[in-house]
C-alpha cells in the first residue's frame, strides 16, 4: 500500500512539473543562483586540499612538530604558500597569454581585411562563369 501510495504521489508531482515547467525551470535558476558559491568554494577548497596536505606532509615532518605552535602553524603556512603558488601561476599564464593572444587577434583582423576583397573577387568570377555556361 505504500508503494502504492508513493507512486501517486510521484505521479502527481511529475504531471505537476511537466505541466508548471517554467515556473519550475524559475524556482529551480533561483536555487542554483543561491547554492552556486557554496559549489564553487566547495570546489576551490578541494583542488587546494592536495597541494597543501603536500606541502604540509614535506614541510612540516615529524622532526619540526616538536611543540604546539609549530603544529598549529603547519596549516596555516600550508594554505598561505599554496595561495602565494596558485596566484603566481595565474599571474605567469595572463601575463604570458593575454599579450599573445591581442597579438593573434590583431592578425587575423588583417588577415579577414586582406582576405575579403581576393573572396569578393573570386565570388564574383564564378558568378561569371555561371551565367556565361548557363548562356550557352
Known sequence: MRKIRKLILFTALLIVVLWKY????E????????IFPFLLGGAIAFVLNV?????????F??????NKVSDKLARPVSLLSVLCIVVGVLTVVIFGVVPQLV???GNLGQSITQFIP?????????????TRRLSN
Not at 27 to 34: K, P, R
Open 22 to 25: 517554467e515556473e519550475v525551470l
Open 27 to 34: 524556482v529551480l535558476g533561483y536555487v542554483g543562483h543561491l
Open 51 to 59: 597541494p597543501m596536505n603536500f606541502i604540509e606532509r614535506h614541510l
Open 61 to 66: 615532518t615529524e622532526k619540526v612538530r616538536k
Open 103 to 105: 597579438n593573434t587577434f
Open 118 to 130: 581576393h573572396a569578393q573577387a573570386w565570388g564574383e568570377k564564378r558568378s561569371f562563369m555561371e
